[in-house]
C-alpha cells in the first residue's frame, strides 16, 4: 500500500487555538505540539503551500512522505502562541491573512453573530432574520453553538448586505452591544506580529480583506477583495505567498470560475479550498490548482495519524470504486 502515499499530500488546515480564559474553542496547543512531533519523529517532511505550488507547475520534486500546514485569518492566538509551535519543530505553516483585520481591527460578521449569542442574556430566541422566522432555546452553551452554527450556514447564502442587516437585527432582539473594536476573544494579530513571525518555515498568504463569502459579492467586489488583500500583504511583509486561500472554502457555493479566473489572473501560483482530499503530485492532472484540496486539522492522533498514511488515501480510493 505504502507505493499510494508515496504519490499525495496532506494539507492540513488550523483555524483558532483554544483559550479557555477568553472563551475561545480551537485546536489545543498539545494536539498540534504531538502532530508536530509525530511528523519530525516517523519520517515525515513538512514542505510549505508554495513549495507544493512550485511542485505542481514545474515538476520540481518533493521529499518523500511531504505533509503541509496553513492556518487561516489572522488572529493574535494564532501569530502568539501557534506560529512559535511551528518555529521550534522547525516544520513551515504559511498563514493566511483576512487583512481588514490586521488593518481597521475590524472583526467579520460571522464572530460578531458568535459574539450575540454567546453573551446575551436571553435563554430563547424568537426572531426573523432574511424573512426567515427563527426559534430556538439558546440557555446552555451547546444549544448556543448550535444555534450559531444554523444562523451561521443560514447567513452564508445571502448578500453581504442583507448578512450585516440580520446580525444587526439579531443584536437588537437579543439585546447586545456589538463593540465596534473586536474584543480580545477576537483579537487580530498586528503588521507587526507578522513581520516579526516571517522565517525560514513561516509565511503569510492572502485571504480577501473583509472575509466575505466571496461568491456573494459582485465581480468587481470580489476583484477588489482578492486584489487589495495580495497587495496589502506585500507592502507589509518581505516574503510573501503567492497562493490565494478562500473565505470559507467550499468550491462551487463560497466561490467558483468567476473567483478562480480573477485569482489565476491576479498572478497567485495556486488557492485553497477547504474541501476534504489530497494533493495527487503523481497525477498533477487529477488537482485543480486554483481550488486545491485541504484536510480540516483533526482532533486526535489517531485520525491525524491516518491522514499522514495512506490509511486515509485507501479509504478514498475504495470509495470511489
Ligand atoms: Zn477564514
Redesign the pocket.
Known amino acids: 500500500m505504502a507505493p499510494l502515499r508515496a504519490n499525495v499530500i496532506p494539507v492540513f488546515m488550523l483555524?483558532r487555538i483554544e483559550n479557555k480564559d477568553l472563551g475561545i474553542s480551537g485546536h489545543s496547543v498539545e494536539s498540534i505540539e504531538t502532530a508536530l512531533r509525530f511528523i519530525n519523529e516517523h519520517g515525515y517532511q513538512g514542505v510549505s503551500i508554495e513549495q507544493i505550488s512550485d511542485a505542481l507547475a514545474n515538476n520540481i520534486p518533493l521529499p518523500k512522505n511531504s505533509v503541509a500546514f496553513t492556518l487561516?485569518?489572522g488572529f493574535a492566538e494564532q501569530a502568539e502562541v501557534a506560529l512559535p509551535l511551528f518555529e521550534k519543530h522547525k516544520i513551515p505553516v504559511t498563514l493566511?491573512l483576512?487583512t481588514d483585520m490586521l488593518d481597521k481591527k475590524s472583526w467579520s460578521w460571522d464572530y460578531k453573530l458568535e459574539y450575540i449569542i454567546q453573551h446575551t442574556k436571553h435563554k430563547q430566541v424568537k426572531t426573523i432574520l432574511a424573512g426567515q422566522p427563527f426559534t430556538a432555546d439558546i440557555a446552555s452553551y451547546d444549544q448556543k453553538r448550535s444555534f450559531t452554527r444554523k444562523i451561521r450556514w443560514f447567513l452564508k447564502a445571502y448578500s453581504i448586505g442583507e448578512t450585516h442587516k440580520s446580525v444587526q437585527h439579531l443584536a437588537h432582539s437579543l439585546d447586545v452591544q456589538v463593540p465596534i473594536e473586536a474584543p480580545a476573544q477576537y483579537r487580530s494579530m498586528t503588521w507587526q506580529q507578522a513581520k516579526q513571525a516571517e522565517s525560514n518555515y513561516v509565511q503569510f498568504g492572502p485571504?480577501t480583506c473583509a472575509?466575505n463569502v466571496l461568491s456573494q459579492l459582485s465581480g468587481e467586489e470580489a476583484k477588489q477583495e482578492i486584489e487589495r488583500s495580495w497587495q496589502r500583504i506585500q507592502e507589509e511583509l518581505s516574503n510573501p505567498c503567492p497562493v490565494f486561500?478562500y473565505?470559507?472554502?467550499r468550491p462551487n457555493v463560497d466561490f467558483g470560475m468567476r473567483e478562480k479566473q480573477i485569482v489565476a489572473n491576479a498572478g497567485f501560483k495556486s488557492a485553497l479550498s477547504a474541501e476534504s482530499g489530497y494533493i495527487d503530485i503523481k497525477n498533477k492532472h487529477k488537482n485543480d490548482i486554483y481550488s486545491l484540496n485541504r484536510f480540516a486539522f483533526p482532533n486526535t492522533l489517531t485520525d491525524f495519524k491516518q491522514y499522514c498514511s495512506w490509511i486515509e488515501r485507501a479509504k478514498n480510493l475504495a470509495l470511489f470504486r
Open positions: 483555524h487561516d485569518d493566511f483576512a485571504h472575509h486561500c473565505p470559507t472554502g
